[in-house]
């Protein structure tokens, strides 16, 4: 069990750049969740997806963002068109099958925008 | 919809006290409630995640409870140590009312300092 795994860990980038974060959630784990944290403040739910299936989405997920888990293994976030208030850490989350269980964190994705 | 609140927001405290952090939640309709801890600028570890028919759980100096009719959760630490120094975080998994999804919520989070 490697745990979830999130790539890049850091990104810095212009205003109106697009990004894209991926997450490798822990094997057989078929719920995938994205949060956003700024400093402060709690993890803020961004999406869920139960295999390949997005079946959650915040309203914080504004139309620039966009989320996908093909084949229900790895996932990636993208962000469109950054601006500064998208400066943020990036984490996603995986659960197994039994929804009693343990959500294990990744180390999350700290984007800085400029 | 649920909210979590957290107090105190921050904490200083000499080495070898015990603590309480509190975690309250407006829908007592949960199916579990757990703890985790985040070290500066790292994703969060879990402490300890409590089903909401039991009552506390423990993991060496840590116990955490659970009220769920009052909406509380405790969580206890005993023997402080500068190494505890971290922000600790109560997330709240939704019932069956969820539709499936548990999603967690989470609270801001209490920071707390162990200084020598």
């Known amino acids: 069990d490697t745990g979830v795994s999130q790539d890049p860990r850091h990104k810095i980038t212009k205003r109106g750049q697009n990004v894209t974060f991926r997450c490798d959630p822990i094997?057989?784990?078929?719920?995938l969740y994205w949060y956003r944290q700024t400093l402060g403040q709690g993890p803020e739910f961004l999406t869920y997806?139960?295999?390949?299936?997005?079946?959650?989405k915040s309203r914080l997920l504004s139309d620039r963002f966009s989320a996908e888990r093909p084949k229900g293994s790895f996932s990636t976030l993208e962000i469109q068109r950054t601006e500064q208030g998208d400066s943020a850490m990036y984490l996603c989350?995986?659960?197994?099958?039994?929804?009693?269980?343990?959500?294990?964190f990744g180390e999350g994705s700290w984007l800085t925008v400029v | 919809k649920q909210e979590v609140t957290q107090i105190p927001a921050a904490l200083s405290v000499p080495e070898g006290e015990n603590l309480v952090l509190n975690c309250s939640f407006t829908d007592s309709a949960i199916y579990n409630l757990q703890w985790f801890r985040q070290d500066p600028g790292k994703g969060l570890t879990s402490l300890l995640l409590i089903q909401s028919s039991q009552r506390e759980q423990t993991s060496g100096r840590l116990n955490a409870s659970l009220d769920k009719s009052s909406g509380r959760s405790t969580l206890y630490i005993a023997a402080s140590q500068p190494g505890d120094s971290a922000t600790y975080l109560c997330?709240?998994?939704?019932?069956?009312?969820?539709?499936?999804?548990?999603?967690?919520?989470f609270g801001r989070g209490t920071s707390l300092i162990v200084h020598p």
């Open positions: 997806f139960q295999n390949e299936a997005q079946l959650e």
């Open positions: 997330a709240v998994n939704p019932g069956a009312a969820s539709g499936g999804s548990y999603i967690p919520t």
């Open positions: 989350a995986s659960r197994p099958i039994r929804s009693g269980n343990t959500i294990y």
């Open positions: 094997s057989e784990h078929n719920r």
